[in-house]
């Protein structure tokens, strides 16, 4: 007796369809699984089987194989159990038959009374099977606000084995979830806001043109000056996601298992990862690499407190990521490139005593120590910084200033208001703001009038700037002249980007 149906799992941030035989023939009783199963899919033979018993059906006392293919996909975790308790149940000829579970997919893992529980990346898993063109998916109903995102495919949640099996049979049919949709009525709350920070009017006018256009920023200064605080309500000023971009973070969330109860990311990541961090953590890693800080913080902010304090060579990996948006790791049983297009904001104090530059304090450091701090972080990850800028202290009768500053709220309108026109500008080609054009949009929507290209051109021999640096100031000046609703680039708006860059060694 045989059965053949579908299940699914995950490769990377990806679902992968995998089609599951069963066959119970009169051998020896055994129960084999193959296929390039993990441990933890071999396991799934002790679930099956007390799972089906304890749901009132009969487990086959025969020789039982099942086969997972494609054969040379290793198969992870516990989301196929459910798909091989259905397929002996049809194999044994147990209320349902294989037309009952023809094209239809299954997902979950089983808990030894008959009960689904809930699995980790089924918004991937989901997206795929809508993808190939199936009509109906099967998930842990504890999964269920994930499966309400996708539409154009039916998805049921289900509690047990048993329910699942008087749905198939159509004893108790089950109604497919409702559709949410599912950026509509979104309050944002947070506990900080910008109307907190006293003073600092060039960092706030930095974070401001980095939450509009996604552009990378490290702010330099003494201990206590704002630094930390600043980078934190980065978030409270950026412009909500897309659809698009909500479920790309969802998609990478779901599958690292951190979406919690949350059916859908509709913030953006905010990650500050502490410097004594790996670089596995960092980049993604494992036998089979799961997706590190850098994925986590895709379409977010990714923010390095005490920069030189990290291990050089875990600072050196964020160059690809920091160019490419992606991040390709290899290891010897699989391959992945994850998603990595995050906001960095690195914050970091002039020298290792902190005081360096400023105007009260006495920096106590030696040189050769200040040149090894310095030297942790290397020119080619300077480089991918689109601002770098100075914070100063803050003098006490700006402390003492009773009145607030402007508000998160207030800036995030005009953020939203340049967002929306970079979304425009960028329609169709895959991007969502300035930073991550690419050169073919660099040359195509970064026109300069003629007094900006003598600007620019004045400074890029003068500041000896990098061909990076000259697109990277190119695209902080469209921002910028977004912001000023300019469909230009004027030569201000150059002036202001290169100041940004070059704030630190000018
Ligand atoms: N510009 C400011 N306006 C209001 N309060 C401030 C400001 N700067 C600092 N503070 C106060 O000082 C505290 C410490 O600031 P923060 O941690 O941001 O400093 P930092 O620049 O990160 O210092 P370090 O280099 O030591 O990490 C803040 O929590 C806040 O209470
Ligand atoms: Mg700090």
């Known amino acids: 007796?045989?059965?053949?149906?579908?299940?699914?799992?995950?490769?990377?941030?990806?679902?992968?369809?995998?089609?599951?035989?069963?066959?119970?023939?009169?051998?020896?009783?055994?129960?084999?699984?193959?296929?390039?199963?993990?441990?933890?899919?071999?396991?799934?033979?002790?679930?099956?089987?007390?799972?089906?018993?304890?749901?009132?059906?009969?487990?086959?006392?025969?020789?039982?194989?099942?086969?997972?293919?494609?054969?040379?996909?290793?198969?992870?975790?516990?989301?196929?159990?459910?798909?091989?308790?259905?397929?002996?149940?049809?194999?044994?000829?147990?209320?349902?038959?294989?037309?009952?579970?023809?094209?239809?997919?299954?997902?979950?893992?089983?808990?030894?009374?008959?009960?689904?529980?809930?699995?980790?990346?089924?918004?991937?898993?989901?997206?795929?099977?809508?993808?190939?063109?199936?009509?109906?998916?099967?998930?842990?109903?504890?999964?269920?606000?994930?499966?309400?995102?996708?539409?154009?495919?039916?998805?049921?949640?289900?509690?047990?084995?048993?329910?699942?099996?008087?749905?198939?049979?159509?004893?108790?049919?089950?109604?497919?979830?409702?559709?949410?949709?599912?950026?509509?009525?979104?309050?944002?709350?947070?506990?900080?806001?910008?109307?907190?920070?006293?003073?600092?009017?060039?960092?706030?006018?930095?974070?401001?043109?980095?939450?509009?256009?996604?552009?990378?920023?490290?702010?330099?200064?003494?201990?206590?000056?704002?630094?930390?605080?600043?980078?934190?309500?980065?978030?409270?000023?950026?412009?909500?996601?897309?659809?698009?971009?909500?479920?790309?973070?969802?998609?990478?969330?779901?599958?690292?298992?951190?979406?919690?109860?949350?059916?859908?990311?509709?913030?953006?990541?905010?990650?500050?990862?502490?410097?004594?961090?790996?670089?596995?953590?960092?980049?993604?890693?494992?036998t089979i690499p799961r997706p590190g800080e850098v994925t986590l913080s895709h379409n977010g902010v990714l923010f390095l407190d005490e920069l030189p304090e990290f291990e050089r060579s875990t600072l050196e990996m964020l160059r690809q990521p920091l160019e490419d948006g992606e991040v390709n790791i290899s290891r010897v049983k699989a391959q992945m490139c994850f998603p990595s297009k995050f906001l960095l904001v690195a914050a970091q104090n002039p020298c290792p005593c902190g005081y360096l530059g400023d105007p009260v304090h006495q920096c106590s450091c030696k040189p050769k120590d200040i040149e090894n701090y310095h030297h942790k972080i290397s020119g080619p990850l300077l480089d991918r910084i689109d601002m770098q800028i100075n914070l100063v202290r803050v003098e006490f009768n700006e402390l003492q200033n009773k009145a607030p500053g402007e508000s998160s709220a207030d800036i995030r309108k005009r953020v939203i208001a340049a967002r929306n026109i970079q979304l425009q500008r960028l329609t169709g080609t895959g991007f969502y703001c300035n930073a991550q054009m690419g050169r073919r949009e660099v040359e195509k929507f970064c026109e300069l009038d003629e007094t900006a290209a003598k600007m620019l051109e004045k400074y890029f021999g003068a500041l000896h700037l990098s061909a990076r640096s000259h697109d990277r100031v190119l695209k902080v000046a469209r921002t910028i002249a977004d912001l000023d609703k300019s469909t230009n680039i004027q030569a201000k708006h150059i002036a202001e980007a290169i100041q940004l860059r070059t704030n630190i060694s000018a």
């Not at 939450?211 to 201990?223: D, N, Q, T, Y």
């Open 1 to 286: 007796m045989f059965a053949k149906l579908l299940g699914e799992t995950t490769f990377g941030i990806d679902g992968v369809v995998v089609t599951v035989e069963v066959d119970i023939n009169n051998g020896l009783p055994k129960f084999e699984v193959v296929g390039l199963p993990t441990t933890a899919v071999k396991e799934a033979r002790e679930r099956v089987k007390s799972a089906i018993s304890n749901s009132g059906y009969v487990f086959p006392m025969n020789n039982l194989v099942i086969n997972l293919a494609p054969a040379d996909l290793k198969k992870e975790g516990s989301t196929l159990d459910l798909a091989m308790a259905v397929g002996v149940l049809v194999a044994n000829g147990q209320e349902i038959s294989q037309a009952d579970v023809l094209d239809k997919i299954f997902i979950g893992e089983l808990s030894l009374d008959g009960g689904i529980r809930k699995v980790s990346g089924v918004l991937p898993m989901v997206m795929e099977a809508k993808k190939q063109g199936y009509r109906e998916i099967f998930i842990p109903v504890d999964n269920a606000a994930e499966g309400k995102l996708i539409s154009g495919i039916d998805v049921y949640a289900v509690r047990t084995l048993s329910e699942l099996v008087a749905h198939l049979s159509a004893t108790y049919p089950l109604q497919p979830l409702p559709k949410e949709n599912i950026l509509s009525n979104i309050e944002r709350a947070y506990s900080v806001d910008f109307a907190d920070v006293k003073g600092q009017p060039v960092a706030r006018r930095a974070l401001e043109i980095a939450a509009a256009g996604g552009h990378s920023i490290l702010m330099v200064g003494s201990p206590g000056c704002g630094k930390t605080m600043l980078a934190r309500r980065l978030v409270t000023i950026m412009p909500p996601m897309t659809e698009a971009e909500a479920l790309e973070v969802t998609k990478i969330y779901s599958v690292s298992g951190e979406l919690g109860d949350k059916g859908l990311m509709v913030e953006r990541p905010f990650r500050s990862p502490h410097h004594s961090t790996s670089s596995n953590a960092l980049l993604g890693g494992g």
